[in-house]
Structure formats: structure tokens, C-alpha cells
């Protein structure tokens, strides 16, 4: 059913595009010659928008000095083509290097920084770059550069109004082109990851530098493509067309439209460029009364006029029936024999200020164990867990994957997406999923270090051949939802699901991943006691499919049950490890939950922790 | 050297103007993590109101002292007045709304600022009536007047007075709770829409005095100036680390300085490309601003 539904609404959605591209192409038929210039305007907003739109919409990165770029392509293009003597076709290229230099040279300092600086030091990048332009001599100063060559298509130079006009449609569909493959492809999806939750993209195999990195890029390449065009459109260029106000109208042709949607951007570039327009007959006051429209648009409608659908679940194939268990063992591949050391933690140290939070630990976890680490609150398990996962970098200390291709793997110091690719997936004690995206799509982008594994072909024809997510890659997502019993919900956004469901989704992500082991955070937190008991089927599926299992939990039933050995912290030291029955019965363990020092009587031991001893 | 100083005691005039400016920025920021666009603008009705004050008692005779204070007042209450309005119906209703929609509805409220400003007085400049006393004394080689250190001090107490507010009333209490945890703070009892209001009605309050002192100082005001002065007291604002008060004070007046000695030393045409440089430097090597706390993500 929901594949049905796909295809009509896909088909639909091509209709659309198909009588909107009739219907620009047949514009300077019956358009005058001012609304055709308006309507060229239009559409270099619609290319600017695009550009953002990768940039906001996609890895929802706040850019307010979009202009910039628009700035450096059409400044690279006219000084090019006025002291270089080169036509407009041949200096796009450089306009286009120029802007991705200029999305590195923006982008590589604000990486690591919030979302909210990340406005002020594009809006302060924005600011420089117009201010270069105004100073410098060979720019022109204030004045700008004129007398910039028309582009020209088989020695024919393109000045007439229609000309420029089907030349800027030319541009702008190619600009759509690109950002629907770059949508649907694996960069896309690593996009809206971040987006969602750039932590756990991280965390789950998403290489968020380089991925931010190339948002700014792809964004800036559009950005320098629509320079040029601006630039041998008007025949000149100044710094006026680059200030502040143009970068606050780029991004309102993407917020008003609605982020991430292609259609609402060139809805969005229509009302930002062509509605003061229309406004004319009220002449003074139609800036004022956009203005106050816009507040209005936000408080009714903060989505935008047309938002990007709701996304659906990847994979369109038939849905999986609940937890196959013999389909799903997972191709873990080179890992050590079972009963081999597959992960040694060796003198792992973290301080925070004074607070010693994990203090020289050091174990050993074997291939095909469940491991389980307890300890009372506090006691270091999370940061151990950040520690070993490079989310944290210790301070001291080893950890070492064994296994796989290079035999071992030195894990500290790595970046949290290395250690997943190295085969080390985990989960988060406060569930950290993509909320916004499917099911599906969160087991997916889980799937993102094995993509190349997966290959590049795809199952769904065009669709972006060269970028697009393989038929491979959603065979696996299906296997792996049908494997946590979510097999019917790949469709479902991961918000809409209930708790135990999110619990299951976030082991799901972590197993696509194909990891030796997997580090799960308090999985049973939260969960009523048929949850918790599915839970443990699951916990012990998984390492029966041959993946090793760290687990840090509270709920001492289900540690005693399911663990092969147990280690307890406190106060960021290892107290005990041992057997269940070992631990059961050691008295550092006891004092370090109950915190007496005199003899705790062992019905107080029953009742606060479960034991029986 | 005395040019230096002179440069100096110029910077730290420029300078309490931002800072006044920088801690409606940060106090909004702090409280509902809204970048406050309209701010600047605020800054500059709030110049435009005491120009009309000052406009219209200048026919009377009325003692200089009186006049100003008068238009001090008077710009001071409209605005904020103006940022209650602007929180009502801009910001308001998207408390809970994603953080882009709110951004965007500042955008517009500065725009419709700005408009409305340019319709009333027009797009050119407006001139401050030339009221304040030139005379002045010198220390050390340096002219200062009379005027240059009342304001500065004005500034100063306006300041202490926020700080004060803010740190040793319930009020200022629940506004601090409020900036912790929104939620928590409205199970508490705190009634968060208010503290809110009133959030914004200090934040204009003290835009508003630096606009009516501005305009005093430059005399040169018109509808755009907000724009300028906003950006610079919003890096201001990051530079101290967003929603840190004392921090947003001391960095107003860094900016100060930086302006006034890149306008001497370096040439007054690139000031401002220096001022953004030197916020992308400090936020690459300490991106929490010169104090602010560093914020520990939960994982």
C-alpha cells in the first residue's frame, strides 16, 4: 500500500514540475518586458535560495551572509572577463571554484560552532566580504565594475530581455536538478541527520565535519553560478546588490517557501521578489507591509507556504513481518573467533575539573559475550562508555578493537564515526533518534559507513545513479528493522513512535552499522515489564547473531539474567568484576549500593537490589 | 600620547552606548535564545523619540538639563513600551515554535521598524538640536566635556542598576530561573510570559537611553542607524558570551575602544570588517565569548 501511494504521489509530483516548466518556458509569450525582467529576478532568487536551501534546508546550518557568495561569483566572473578577456562561460568555472573556496574558508573555522554563533560569523563573513568590495581598487570601490560582456551562446551574445530570461531558467533548472539528486543521495540523508541531531550523527557513523563541510560547498557552488549570471545580466556589478538585506531576502525566499522543499523555494523566490512588486500601486508603504505580512506568515504558518512533505519510509519494498530471527544474522565480517579478546579497555582515564569520573578501568570484553556494567549513579558508566566510543577522549589510557581488516584497531583518539566504521556501534541513554525522519531513513543513515559495502547501484532506475542510496542499502534497513520488530513502521517519523518502539529503533541503527559490538546505554530505562522482557530476547538475539554486547543497566534482574560477566563502578573506579553469582555476593558491591559501612542486613540487600543471597 | 588617550576616552563613549545596547541583546538571548534583529531598531525609535521631545521643548524655555532628561525619559518609556508591544505580537505566539520562525519574525519586525521610522521622518538624516554644554575640562591632555562623562556615567549606573536588578531582586530572580529552565520555572510558579515582557521592556529600556545618548553625542541620527549599531552591539553581545551580563558590559566597551582605534590607526572605512574579524577569531579559538561559560552538551 504504501508503495502505491508513493508512486501516485512521485508521478503527481512530476506532473507539477512538468506544467510549471510548460508554463515558464511560455512566460515571454505573453509577458511584458518589465514583468519578464522581474520574473528574470526571480529566478536568480530562486538559484540563491537553492543554494541556501542545502545549506539551511538540508543540514540545517543558519547562514546569514548567503550574499557573500552571490558576491565572490559575480565579482570572480567580471574581473575575469574585464581584465582577462575571458567570455562568460569560460570564467564559470573559476566563479565556481571561487565560491567553494570561499564555503571552506567560511566553513572550516564555524564547524564546531552552536548554531547561534554560527549566524553571527556568517552574518560577519557576509559583512567582510562587502566591505572588501567597497574598499579595494581593483573591484572598483563603491562604483563597482561596468561594462561587463553579455554571455554568448555559438558567438550569438544573449542581451535581449526573453534572452537573459530562458538563459537564468537554464540555470535555475539545473540548480533544481542538483539539489534533488544531492537530496535523495547518501550526502542528503547524512544532511538531515545533522540537522536532527548532529551528536548522534556522529555517533552513528556520520563524518559531520567533512559532511558540514561540503553543506557549505554545494551551497556556495549555486551561489556561484547565480553570481555570474546577476553580473553579465545588468552588465555590471557593485556592492550594493550584496549587502545584509539581500542575505536576510535569500534566506526568506527559503524559510517562507519552506525548508528543504524545492517547490517552496521558487514559491518562496516569488513572493520575496515579485509580491513588493505588485505592491507598487501602494508605493511607499509595501515595504512596511511585507514586512508585517512576514510576522504574520510566522505566527500562522511558521512551516512555510510549502513545506517539504512529510518524508516517507526509504525502503517501498513489502513490509517485513515481525523479528525474523534466522534471516538476521548480520554479516559481521573478520571479527575474532568466539571466546577471542575482541575489545580491550585498558587504564581509561577522564577527569572532569577536579572530579575524577573514570579513573584507570581496564577490561576486556570477548567475542559473543554480554558484558554488563553496573554501578550506582554517578559512578562513570556514561563517560566510560563517551570514552570508548570518542565522543569523550580520555585522558589516558588504550582501547583496542581486534579483528577486522588491519587485525586491530586503536580506538582512543579516534573520531566518534571512525570507531563505528572500526565496528563499534552504540546507543544513548536518553534516546537519541533523528525524530524528524522515518524509521527507515534513522536505520539508514546508521547504515552510512557501509554504504560504499552496499554499492552505489540503484534499485529505483535514475534515481540519482551516481549518488543515489543502493537497493542493497534498503534490503538492509528492512533486514534490520524486521529484526527489532519494527518490520511495519520504517514508514512511521521516529517521534510518532511509542517508547519501548524508539528504544528498539535506536539498537536497529547501531546493528546496521554491522559492528563487532555493541555499547548500549540503559536500554531497559523506562520500560514497562513486557517491554523489558522482549528486551532481553532481543539483547540475546543479538549477540546469538554474533554481535558482542556492552550494556550499562540499573535493572538488576535483567543484568542477572542476560550477562555473561559484570562489572561494577564506583566513584569512576572498577570495584568488582566477575560472574553474576560473583558480584551477587561481594561486599565492595553491596556497600557501593547501599553505602553502609556496618553489616547491611541481607533482607535489606533482597529488597533494594533483587539478590537473593 | 595624549592622542592615544583621547582615542581612548572616545572608545569608551562609543563604547557605553554598545554596551547599553549589547545587554538587551543578551538578556533577551539568555532568557528566550532569540537573536532580538529588531533590537537596533528599537535603539534607533528610541533616538527618534527623544529627537521629538527634544524638537518640541526646544521652542520652550525651558532649562537644557530639564530638556534633556526629559527626552531621556521620554525615549527611555517608548521604547520600552515598543519592545513590550513587538514581543507581544512578533514573538510571543512563537515561543514554542520552531527557532528559525522566530528569527524570521524579528527580521520583519526590524524591517517594519525601519519603515514605519522612514515614513514618520523620511529617509535622510535628522538633526539633533545642538543642546549640550561644549564646555569640558583636560586631564592629562585630554579634552574631556562635561556632557561625555555625565552620559558615561549614565550609562555606568544604568548598567549597575540592571546587574543589581537582575541579581539581588525576586524579579531578577525568576528571570535568571527563567533563562536556566523555562519549564521548571513556570512549575515553580514563575509567571514566564510576564518575566518575559519585562525582559524586554529592560532590554528596550536601556537600547532606548543609548539612542536618545547617541543622538545627543552625534546629533546625526536617521532610520537605518539601527542596523549598523545593532550588529556591532550584538558582537559585543557574543564577544562577552551570550547571556552573560557583565560580560556583555566589558565587551560593549572592547568594541568601543576597537572601533575607535581602528578608525585612528587603521583607516575608519575597514573598522568594520576589523570588528567582525576579530569576533570570528575569538569565536574560532573561544566560542563561548571572552566569559562566557562553557556549555557542556549531555550525552
Given at each position: 500500500m ?6 501516485v ?6 506532473a507539477?514540475?512538468?506544467?510549471t516548466?510548460a ?17 528574470t529576478?526571480?529566478l ?5 535560495g ?13 547562514d ?15 574581473l ?10 569560460q570564467?564559470l ?15 572550516y ?12 560569523v556568517?552574518l ?7 566591505i572588501i ?19 554568448g ?23 533544481l ?5 544531492l537530496?535523495r543521495?547518501w ?12 551528536t ?13 563541510l ?41 524559510i ?34 511585507f ?8 505566527v ?24 525474523p ?9 573478520g ?8 575489545l ?17 578501568v ?20 556514561t ?7 570518542g ?14 581488516r ?5 580506538l ?8 563505528v566504521?572500526?565496528?563499534?556501534a ?18 539508514l ?10 554499492g552505489?547501484?540503484?534499485s529505483?532506475g535514475?534515481?540519482?545513479g ?11 534497513v528492512?533486514?534490520?528493522?524486521g ?14 513512535l511509542s ?22 546505554d540503559?536500554p531497559?530505562a ?8 522482549e ?6 538475539q543479538?549477540r546469538?547473531s ?6 550499562i ?16 563502578m564506583d566513584q ?8 553474576p553469582?560473583q558480584?551477587?555476593?561481594n561486599?565492595?558491591v ?7 559501612e ?5 533482607e535489606?540487600v ?6 537473593r543471597? | 600620547m595624549?592622542?592615544?588617550l ?11 552606548f554598545?554596551?547599553?545596547t ?13 537573536i ?16 521629538t ?36 505580537v ?9 527557532r528559525l ?16 521610522a ?5 529617509a535622510?538624516?535628522s ?5 549640550l554644554?561644549?564646555a ?32 539581588r ?7 535568571r530561573a ?15 510570559e ?17 539612542g536618545?545618548m ?20 550584538f558582537?559585543?553581545?557574543v ?6 551580563i557583565?560580560g ?5 566597551l ?13 583607516s575608519?572605512?575597514w ?5 567582525f ?23
Amino acid at each position: 500500500m504504501p508503495r502505491v501511494l508513493g508512486l501516485v504521489s512521485e508521478r503527481r509530483a512530476a506532473a507539477g514540475w512538468a506544467v510549471t516548466l510548460a508554463v515558464a518556458l511560455a512566460a515571454p509569450l505573453v509577458m511584458g518586458s518589465y514583468q519578464l525582467s522581474i520574473a528574470t529576478s526571480v529566478l536568480t532568487f530562486a538559484m540563491l535560495g537553492l543554494g541556501l536551501n542545502i545549506v539551511v534546508g538540508y543540514a540545517g546550518l543558519l547562514d546569514l551572509g548567503y550574499a557573500a557568495f552571490f558576491a565572490i561569483g559575480a565579482y570572480t566572473s567580471s574581473l575575469l572577463s574585464l581584465e582577462a578577456g575571458l567570455g562568460f562561460w569560460q570564467t564559470l568555472p573559476f566563479a565556481v571554484v571561487a565560491t567553494a573556496i570561499g564555503g571552506c574558508i567560511i566553513g572550516y573555522p564555524t564547524l564546531r560552532l552552536r548554531s547561534d554563533y554560527l549566524a553571527i560569523v556568517t552574518l560577519g563573513f557576509g559583512e567582510i566580504v562587502r566591505i572588501i568590495a567597497t574598499n579595494l581598487t581593483i573591484t572598483g570601490g563603491p562604483n563597482g565594475l561596468y561594462g561587463i560582456p553579455a554571455p554568448g551562446i555559438a558567438g550569438v551574445s544573449i542581451t535581449s530581455i526573453p534572452g537573459l530570461y530562458y538563459l537564468g531558467l537554464a540555470f535555475t533548472v539545473a540548480a533544481l536538478l542538483l539539489s534533488w539528486v544531492l537530496s535523495r543521495s547518501w550526502l542528503g540523508y547524512a544532511w538531515r541527520s545533522l540537522r536532527e541531531d548532529e551528536t548522534a550523527a556522529e555517533a552513528v557513523g556520520v563524518p559531520t565535519v567533512r559532511v558540514k563541510l561540503l553543506a557549505y560547498v554545494m551551497g556556495a557552488i549555486v551561489g556561484g553560478v547565480a553570481g555570474p549570471f546577476f553580473a553579465a545580466r545588468f552588465g555590471a556589478v557593485d556592492p550594493t546588490s550584496f549587502t545584509f538585506l539581500v542575505s536576510v531576502q535569500i534566506l526568506l525566499v527559503v524559510i517562507v517557501g519552506g525548508m528543504g522543499s524545492l517547490p517552496g523555494v521558487l514559491l518562496g523566490a516569488l513572493v520575496i521578489i515579485a509580491l513588493p512588486e505588485a505592491l507598487r500601486a501602494v508605493a511607499d508603504f509595501r515595504l512596511l507591509i511585507f514586512a508585517l505580512a512576514l510576522i504574520a506568515l510566522m505566527v500562522f504558518r511558521p512551516q512555510g507556504l510549502w513545506p517539504a512533505p512529510r518524508p516517507r519510509g526509504a525502503p517501498r519494498g513489502r513490509p517485513v513481518p515481525a523479528a525474523p530471527l534466522e534471516a538476521a544474522a548480520p554479516a559481521t565480517r573478520g571479527q575474532p573467533a568466539a571466546g577471542e579478546d575482541l575489545l580491550t579497555v585498558a587504564g581509561v582515564s577522564r577527569r572532569f575539573g577536579g572530579v575524577r569520573a573514570v579513573d584507570d578501568v581496564s577490561f576486556t570484553v570477548r567475542t559473543g559475550e554480554i558484558v554488563s556494567i553496573i554501578g550506582p549513579n554517578g559512578a562513570g558508566k556514561t563517560t566510560l562508555f563517551n570514552c570508548i566510543t570518542g565522543v569523550t577522549k580520555p585522558d589516558a589510557g588504550r582501547v583496542v578493537l581486534h579483528g577486522g581488516r588491519h587485525g586491530r584497531r586503536v580506538l582512543h583518539r579516534r573520531a566518534p564515526h571512525r570507531v563505528v566504521a572500526a565496528g563499534l556501534a552504540r546507543t544513548f541513554q536518553g534516546i537519541r533518534l533523528f525524530d524528524g525522519l522515518s524509521a527507515a531513513d534513522n536505520v539508514l543513515v546508521g547504515r552510512y559507513c557501509r554504504r560504499r559495502r552496499d554499492g552505489w547501484r540503484t534499485s529505483r532506475g535514475l534515481t540519482g545513479g551516481l549518488v543515489g542510496v543502493s537497493g542493497a542499502t534498503h534490503a538492509e534497513v528492512r533486514r534490520w528493522l524486521g529484526f527489532v520488530g519494527l518490520g511495519d513502521r520504517g514508514d512511521s517519523l521516529a517521534r510518532e513512535l511509542s517508547y519501548g518502539e524508539r528504544r528498539r529503533l535506536e539498537i536497529a541503527r547501531a546493528l546496521a552499522s554491522e559492528p563487532f559490538a555493541v555499547l548500549l546505554d540503559e536500554p531497559a530505562a523506562g520500560t514497562n515489564p513486557t517491554e523489558k522482557n522482549e528486551l532481553m530476547g532481543l539483547i540475546r538475539q543479538v549477540r546469538d547473531s554474533g554481535v558482542s554486547v556492552v550494556l550499562i543497566e540499573h535493572d538488576m534482574d535483567l543484568v542477572m539474567s542476560v550477562s555473561d560477566r559484570v562489572i561494577v563502578m564506583d566513584q569512576g573506579q572498577m570495584i568488582a568484576e566477575g560472574t553474576p553469582e560473583q558480584v551477587r555476593g561481594n561486599q565492595r558491591v553491596i556497600d557501593a549500593y547501599l553505602g553502609g559501612e556496618e553489616e547491611t542486613a541481607a533482607e535489606t540487600v533482597e529488597e533494594v537490589l533483587g539478590w537473593r543471597s | 600620547m595624549s592622542q592615544f588617550l583621547q582615542y581612548l576616552v572616545n572608545g569608551l563613549t562609543i563604547g557605553a552606548f554598545l554596551s547599553l545596547t549589547a545587554l538587551g541583546y543578551t538578556m533577551i538571548y539568555g532568557i528566550i535564545r532569540l537573536i532580538n534583529f529588531a533590537h537596533g531598531d528599537i535603539f534607533m525609535v528610541g533616538a527618534f523619540a527623544g529627537y521629538t521631545v527634544l524638537v518640541a521643548a526646544a521652542a520652550a524655555h525651558v532649562p537644557v538639563a530639564l530638556i534633556v532628561m526629559a527626552a531621556l525619559v521620554a525615549g527611555m518609556l517608548f521604547t520600552g513600551l515598543l519592545g513590550v508591544v513587538v514581543e507581544r505580537v512578533a514573538y510571543q505566539p512563537l515561543l514554542s515554535a520552531p527557532r528559525l520562525a522566530i528569527l524570521i519574525s524579528a527580521l520583519g519586525a526590524s524591517l517594519a521598524l525601519e519603515e514605519s521610522a522612514r515614513l514618520i521622518f523620511g529617509a535622510g538624516f535628522s538633526s539633533y538640536p545642538h543642546l549640550l554644554p561644549t564646555a569640558g575640562f583636560g586631564v592629562a591632555g585630554v579634552r574631556l566635556t562635561y556632557a561625555q562623562v555625565g552620559m558615561f556615567v549614565m550609562a555606568v549606573l544604568l548598567m549597575v542598576g540592571l546587574y543589581l536588578f537582575v541579581h539581588r531582586t525576586m524579579l531578577g530572580t525568576a528571570m535568571r530561573a527563567l533563562a536556566m529552565d523555562r519549564d521548571a520555572a513556570r512549575l515553580m510558579g514563575i509567571n514566564v510570559e510576564r518575566i518575559i515582557l519585562l525582559t524586554f521592556f529592560l532590554g528596550s529600556v536601556l537600547a532606548g537611553a543609548a539612542g536618545v545618548m547617541q543622538g545627543l553625542y552625534y546629533t546625526q541620527i536617521n532610520f537605518i542607524m539601527g542596523f549598523l549599531i545593532g550588529l556591532r552591539a550584538f558582537t559585543a553581545a557574543v564577544l562577552g558570551g551570550i547571556g552573560n551580563i557583565p560580560g556583555a558590559m566589558v565587551a560593549g566597551l572592547l568594541i568601543g575602544l576597537l572601533q575607535s582605534f581602528a578608525a585612528a590607526y587603521v583607516s575608519a572605512r575597514w573598522t568594520d570588517a576589523l570588528v567582525f574579524c576579530v569576533l570570528i577569531l575569538v569565536l574560532v579559538v573561544k566560542p563561548t565569548g571572552l566569559f562566557g561559560e562553557r556549555i557542556v552538551e549531555r550525552v
